[in-house]
T-cell receptor, first 110, second 114 residues
Framework: DAKTTQPPSMDCAEGRAANLPCNHS???????VYWYRQIHSQGPQYIIH???NNETNEMASLIITEDRKSSTLILPHATLRDTAVYYC???????????FGQGTTLQVKP | DTAVSQTPKYLVTQMGNDKSIKCEQN?????MYWYKQDSKKFLKIMFS???????INETVPNRFSPKSPDKAHLNLHINSLELGDSAVYFC?????????????FGPGTRLTVL
């Protein structure tokens, strides 16, 4: 299963864009990149996923490099409610298991 | 309408007891999961069921037994509880098999074993 590397923590000013990086250099060609977040004391929440192309939804944008070895999750206008642990996950193509790492703790500050 | 619900939210019990946590999803999904999040906040999959059949069974003590009475429910029974079982347990569901779809998580059950 491909491993991901994320910075342990990041700060972002309220209203600014939050850019959360993730390295996944061992990703296989058919493995998707998923992003989830976990707000304190809640269950993980799905944000977005992608394979090769950049993706955007109502929550965020996902930028995947051409070689697929890294990606960036972008929250365009961070709010205080976006403070959470953000997990970048490469979903196993064999089992589909989500293997959660330590994630990035994003602190949005006023 | 809660998509994935779990009961109870909190469970405090003594070592050696047997307890159950219930999970229900109203999303019409085929696959359900149990995850454990320990004190260090690592989230690890325990089990996965697809249409009432076990498809993922990680290295979990056999004191833990999932039971799926129907597609919408996946309950977790734990026998002879130990201190190390204290954790937050999350149920999740997804539409198709585990290799193809997005998982939606419940709010979690915080289990404390004294």
């Amino acid at each position: 299963d491909a491993k991901t590397t994320q910075p342990p923590s990041m700060d972002c000013a309220e209203g600014r864009a939050a850019n959360l990086p993730c390295n996944h250099s061992t990703i296989s060609g058919n493995e998707y990149v998923y992003w989830y977040r976990q707000i304190h004391s809640q269950g993980p929440q799905y944000i977005i996923h992608g394979l090769k192309n950049n993706e955007t939804n109502e929550m965020a944008s996902l930028i995947i490099t051409e070689d697929r070895k890294s990606s960036t999750l972008i929250l365009p206008h961070a709010t205080l409610r976006d403070t959470a642990v953000y997990y970048c996950i490469v979903r196993s193509s064999n089992t589909g298991k989500l293997i959660f790492g330590q994630g990035t703790t994003l602190q949005v500050k006023p | 309408d809660t998509a994935v619900s779990q009961t109870p939210k909190y469970l405090v019990t003594q070592m050696g007891n047997d307890k159950s946590i219930k999970c229900e999803q109203n999303l019409g999904h085929d696959t359900m999961y149990w995850y454990k999040q320990d004190s260090k906040k690592f989230l690890k999959i325990m089990f996965s069921y697809n249409n009432k059949e076990l498809i993922i069974n990680e290295t979990v003590p056999n004191r833990f037994s999932p039971k799926s009475p129907d597609k919408a429910h996946l309950n977790l029974h734990i026998n002879s509880l130990e201190l190390g079982d204290s954790a937050v347990y999350f149920c999740a569901s997804s539409q198709a098999g585990p290799s193809t779809d997005t998982q939606y998580f419940g709010p979690g059950t915080r289990l404390t074993v004294l």
